[in-house]
């Protein structure tokens, strides 16, 4: 196996124990080896910032779906957690020992009110909503989440950005003493994400504290969790420790890792093949079974076009994917 194959195996018929086993192995052998030096977006100038704005009603009409919701097992058993392991089933068992209480926000960068805040004034004064997003994972699966959580964009709000925030940085905890996983350098710690001003001020991007009507279990991303549900799964960082505003594009984990294959954007786009494999369909996880999952077409922006695609308009998408 090249060292390509090392970063990302797609969904497939591999059972996750060979997954576990081959990224550990391969992922040592990366940790090893001098940077690729891989073009990525690097040194291209950014789009700026649209200035599209999506009406209510437009907006609200991407806030549910009719689609079969993924069972509560399934979505808290078959996770993405790096931090805890990188076998899907690892976070379950293991993120168990993930303090999230007491919780704070350390909010810093272009904005006039900085500071540490703890979880509860975060969030106070902001009314808890229900939200059924699609979450696409770049590898291939997809599951439909029924999330409690604030509209991310009335959080930033209360820190007043200024007109040098131009993005916005999101960092997860990195604590060894919690976090088995970064025992391992499958990813630079902490892990790290980021959004143009205009995606996170968009009605769609949500915080979530909870799913199912409970708190938010750990291998979730407890207790404060992004979901951007246009964009794959990554994009969506978990246990946020920290929000930043700055004036340019910020490094996150995933394009740091490996620029080919990962950019910054990372809308769902059926018609932008991963170096490695096709985006074109997913398999849907929901209903009875994860065994049983249907596989059927991925939509551009994960089927959020009417609701975002504007905030995209003149940006050519093959370029910044
Ligand atoms: N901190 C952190 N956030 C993360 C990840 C991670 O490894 N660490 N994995 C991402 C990926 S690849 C996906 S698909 C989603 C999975 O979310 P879920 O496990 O709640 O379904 O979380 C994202 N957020
Ligand atoms: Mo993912």
């Known amino acids: 196996m090249s060292l390509r194959d090392a970063l990302r195996i797609p969904e497939s018929e591999i059972t996750d124990e060979a997954v576990y086993r081959d990224r550990r192995r391969l992922l040592a052998l990366l940790a090893a080896t001098p940077a690729l030096g891989l073009a990525g977006c690097a040194g291209a100038e950014p789009p700026p910032p649209s200035t599209a704005r999506v009406a209510p009603a437009q907006a609200r009409s991407g806030f549910r779906t009719d689609e079969a919701l993924t069972r509560y097992e399934d979505i808290t058993s078959y996770n993405n957690f790096y931090e805890f392991g990188t076998g899907k089933a690892d976070p379950s068992r293991a993120a168990k020992t993930l303090r999230t209480a007491p919780w704070s926000v350390e909010v810093a960068g272009e904005c006039a009110k900085p500071g540490r805040i703890a979880l509860e004034d975060l969030l106070r004064g902001i009314a808890s909503e229900e939200r059924i997003y699609r979450l696409r994972c770049v590898e291939g699966w997809s599951m439909v989440i029924p999330w409690t959580g604030v509209p991310l964009a009335a959080v930033l709000r209360?820190?007043?950005?200024?007109?040098?925030?131009?993005?916005?940085?999101?960092?997860?905890?990195?604590?060894?003493?919690?976090?088995?996983?970064?025992?391992?350098?499958?990813?630079?710690?902490p892990y790290r994400e980021g959004l143009r001003i205009d995606e996170a001020m968009h009605p769609l991007a949500f915080l979530a504290t909870g799913l199912y009507g409970k708190a938010l279990p750990q291998q979730n991303g407890?207790?404060?969790?992004?979901?951007?549900?246009?964009?794959?799964?990554?994009?969506?960082?978990?246990?946020?420790?920290?929000i930043r505003f700055v004036e340019r594009m910020p490094s996150t984990a995933w394009n740091d890792l490996q620029p080919s294959e990962y950019g910054f954007f990372s809308n769902v786009n059926p018609a932008v093949d991963h170096p490695r494999w096709s985006q074109k369909t997913e398999r849907r996880i929901a209903g009875t079974n994860r065994l049983l999952a249907n596989r059927i077409e991925t939509r551009p922006f994960n089927g959020y076009a009417d609701q975002v695609a504007a905030l995209y308009a003149g940006m050519d998408l093959r370029k910044w994917y």
Request: proline content about 8%; charged content about 25%.
């Open 158 to 189: 209360r820190f007043e950005p200024t007109a040098k925030a131009k993005y916005v940085a999101f960092t997860t905890l990195a604590d060894r003493e919690q976090m088995p996983g970064l025992r391992f350098r499958s990813i630079r710690w």
């Open 222 to 242: 407890a207790p404060l969790r992004l979901v951007v549900p246009w964009k794959y799964g990554f994009k969506s960082i978990k246990s946020i420790v920290q």
